[in-house]
């Protein structure tokens, strides 16, 4: 066997080694002379360093050691080229020389289980500052595949067996100027989440789940291909325009021109039918640019290429009404005056709809005592009423926010003695004369089929209705289908110039009701409506999708539940924007598959939209027009940044 020799010659060689005689007599000596032996630490600590800044410091510096190359037992410099250390890749920077390599000393590991995938990174001090958290990265395989993958965690470590906490060590650094650190004295590890592993396919990039495990010591470099990371984030590369991938608020940047990446939501149906028949949830707070981006986006989908096959084959144009509770979306009439040519020309490269929508009509609720100003657009403006005989088939319009489900079915039994007496002719005021009758309490009373109390319940909240909404003298909405579905056509429903909120309900949930209804039947009264794809915008959703007690409510939910989930078949999408999307009922909720959440500093709202937890904690965080988006059925979950400059008119 081989003699390794006496340990014990190589004590006295670590200059840290705490039993030292030398050391335990200087701090005797400096308790002696009424010092500590912290203190004279200090003092020749403080001397050391002077004497470095003189270029008088006894010991070599650690980087000239290096560069003197290996020595051996003797302490002769070894001169061979192939073990000198200046020969080796120690410090790549730049996107084509990697920012890393993988590391083992923590293990190495994929796993089905993402809690026991152990995949490590060692980042070289000429990388480590740009590099960030959520950036995305590639790993090759020998055989030229990709492990594509992005940065979950990022920390110092010690790279030398020292204690940093000391006294020495802190006066050491506050001295220093706040530039001054020697990177090369830490390790700085990055943890990697793998998304999925790329390779080729008969020359097209595909990917697939990640399954083996990268080499060690394989270099770790930036994701900067653009056909890489859309395939690696399943990205399509034609659809719906969204925004800009970013990470941490920066777009990522790609050697490709234009070098963003555009983020598009899948339009066809090579994959399933288009998503947006599969429903979108807009979020953000107040501040938070949801409006600007919504317009945005609406205004891709009136894109004169944009049109979807019906089932009878005919490719025809989406129509978008959009009910407006802030009288914003009549501007998308409208040119954006503050996008200049070069903006225009960028968002044409890229394949994005802009400029205002001519085909634009402000659909006007008329009501008794309001009146619409409709001074901040230029689209025409057309007013409609709500006849009352469109209560005989949505009794809950006029049932209030509180009626029971036994003063709802004497609310269906008043209704239709009503219709049957006066016919679709009859009106709200006569409703109410016919209500006002005591001979039919009374008659149904003794016959048992509406308790006298449960009559008086009934007739005092249909007496709540806000007057004025029903039979005024406008076009009833039931004749204006071709003025409220248009192919390629915008119709907006303001209510901002409405004088309740029971009104504005009113009339989101008729017109709403009216297009539902149409589509979804097999005998629709609009064979107009019926036969074009419509995308259903509902701003401040929350307010009109509820979940409540009341049956009112429940009818509401009951409808647009309905809605959404025949939605892909019929080519009606639901549009859903909200501030307060914890707010909307569960049913409906359900149904949504693309989220796009903006800043919310509600953690309830956080909660409920039931995003990815990394993004989750980025939301609250988020500068105007960033969002997160998650959509399981177009992409894995990223992060955008939205268009600076809104594709049409917005704001005063």
């Known amino acids: 066997m081989t003699d390794l020799g006496d340990f014990s010659d190589f004590a006295g060689d670590d200059p840290d080694d705490s039993s030292d005689p030398s050391q335990e007599d200087r701090g005797a000596e400096a308790a002696g002379n009424g010092r500590s032996a912290e203190s004279e630490s200090v003092a020749e600590a403080e001397t050391a360093d002077a004497s470095a800044a003189d270029g008088n410091d006894v010991e070599t510096d650690r980087g000239e050691r290096d560069d003197a190359g290996p020595t051996d037992s003797s302490g002769a410099t070894d001169d061979a080229d192939d073990l000198r250390f200046d020969?080796?890749?120690?410090?790549?920077?730049?996107?084509?020389?990697?920012?890393?390599?993988?590391?083992?000393?923590?293990?190495?590991?994929?796993?089905?289980?993402?809690?026991?995938?152990?995949?490590?990174?060692?980042?070289?001090?000429?990388?480590?500052?740009?590099?960030?958290?959520?950036?995305?990265?590639?790993?090759?395989?020998?055989?030229?595949?990709?492990?594509?993958?992005?940065?979950?965690?990022?920390?110092?470590?010690?790279?030398?067996?020292?204690?940093?906490?000391?006294?020495?060590?802190?006066?050491?650094?506050?001295?220093?100027?706040?530039?001054?650190?020697?990177e090369r004295d830490f390790k700085f590890m990055a943890e990697l989440e793998p998304i999925a592993v790329l390779f080729s396919d008969g020359g097209d990039l595909k990917r697939r789940m990640v399954d083996r495990v990268p080499k060690p010591q394989a270099t770790v470099g930036e994701a900067t291909d653009a056909t890489q990371i859309k395939t690696g984030l399943k990205i399509p590369e034609a659809g719906v325009f969204l925004g800009h991938l970013s990470v941490g608020g920066e777009k990522v940047r790609t050697a490709a021109r234009p070098p963003t990446i555009d983020y598009r939501l899948n339009d066809d149906y090579t994959d399933g039918?288009?998503?947006?028949?599969?429903?979108?949830?807009?979020?953000?707070?107040?501040?938070?640019?949801?409006?600007?981006?919504?317009?945005?986006?609406?205004?891709?989908?009136?894109?004169?290429?944009?049109?979807?096959?019906?089932?009878?084959?005919?490719?025809?144009?989406?129509?978008v009404v959009q009910f407006d509770p802030q009288d914003e979306y009549a501007q998308m009439h409208d040119d954006n005056p503050d996008m200049d040519a070069e903006t225009a020309r960028r968002y044409e490269r890229e394949g994005v709809a802009h400029g205002g929508h001519e085909n634009t009509v402000a659909l006007v609720p008329k009501m008794a005592g309001s009146s619409y100003p409709g001074a901040n657009h230029r689209a025409e403006q057309l007013e409609f009423t709500i006849p009352f005989s469109?209560?005989?088939?949505?009794?809950?319009?006029?049932?209030?926010?509180?009626?029971?489900?036994?003063?709802?079915?004497?609310?269906?039994?008043?209704?239709?003695?009503?219709?049957?007496?006066?016919?679709?002719?009859?009106?709200?005021?006569?409703?109410?004369?016919?209500?006002?009758?005591?001979?039919?309490?009374?008659?149904?009373?003794?016959?048992g089929r509406v308790h006298e109390a449960t009559f008086d319940a009934v007739k005092r909240r249909v007496r709540g209705v806000p007057s004025g909404v029903f039979d005024q003298d406008a076009r009833s909405i039931t004749e204006l289908d071709h003025q409220l579905v248009r192919p390629g056509g915008l119709t907006v429903v303001p209510t901002y110039h409405l004088s309740s909120s029971r009104a504005k309900e009113l009339f989101v949930l008729a017109v709403s009701a009216l297009l539902i209804d149409d589509k979804l039947s097999n005998d629709p009264s609009s064979d107009r409506i019926k036969e074009t794809p419509v995308v259903l915008g509902m701003d401040e959703a929350h307010n009109f999708l509820t979940d409540a007690d009341s049956v009112q409510a429940r009818k509401v939910i009951q409808k647009f539940t309905e809605a959404a989930k025949q939605g892909r078949k019929e080519r009606l999408g639901l549009f859903l924007i909200t501030q307060d999307p914890q707010d909307i009922a569960d049913p409906v909720f359900k149904q949504v598959n693309t989220k796009i959440v903006l800043n919310l500093g509600d953690e309830d709202a956080i909660k409920s939209v039931n995003i990815p937890p990394n993004l989750e904690d980025k939301v609250?965080?988020?500068?105007?027009?960033?969002?997160?988006?998650?959509?399981?059925?177009?992409?894995?979950?990223?992060e955008l940044t939205g268009l600076s400059t809104c594709v049409t008119r917005h704001g005063d």
């Open 87 to 182: 020969n080796y890749d120690a410090d790549p920077v730049g996107d084509e020389r990697g920012v890393g390599a993988i590391a083992v000393s923590q293990g190495l590991r994929v796993s089905e289980d993402p809690d026991r995938t152990a995949l490590r990174a060692f980042v070289t001090a000429g990388n480590r500052e740009r590099v960030r958290l959520g950036k995305y990265l590639v790993v090759p395989y020998p055989d030229d595949e990709l492990l594509f993958c992005r940065i979950v965690g990022l920390e110092y470590a010690q790279e030398f067996q020292a204690d940093d906490a000391t006294e020495i060590h802190a006066r050491r650094a506050m001295r220093r100027p706040a530039d001054e650190f020697e």
């Open 273 to 319: 039918d288009p998503l947006v028949f599969r429903h979108t949830l807009v979020a953000g707070g107040t501040g938070s640019g949801k409006t600007h981006a919504s317009k945005n986006i609406l205004r891709q989908y009136l894109s004169a290429e944009r049109s979807y096959e019906m089932d009878d084959g005919r490719e025809v144009q989406t129509a």
């Open 390 to 447: 469109m209560v005989r088939d949505l009794p809950w319009l006029v049932a209030g926010s509180s009626l029971n489900d036994n003063q709802y079915q004497a609310l269906t039994e008043l209704l239709n003695r009503f219709f049957g007496d006066y016919g679709d002719s009859g009106t709200y005021k006569q409703f109410l004369r016919f209500l006002d009758d005591p001979a039919l309490k009374e008659e149904l009373d003794e016959s």
């Open 620 to 638: 609250p965080y988020m500068e105007k027009g960033q969002m997160v988006v998650y959509s399981p059925d177009n992409s894995e979950p990223v």
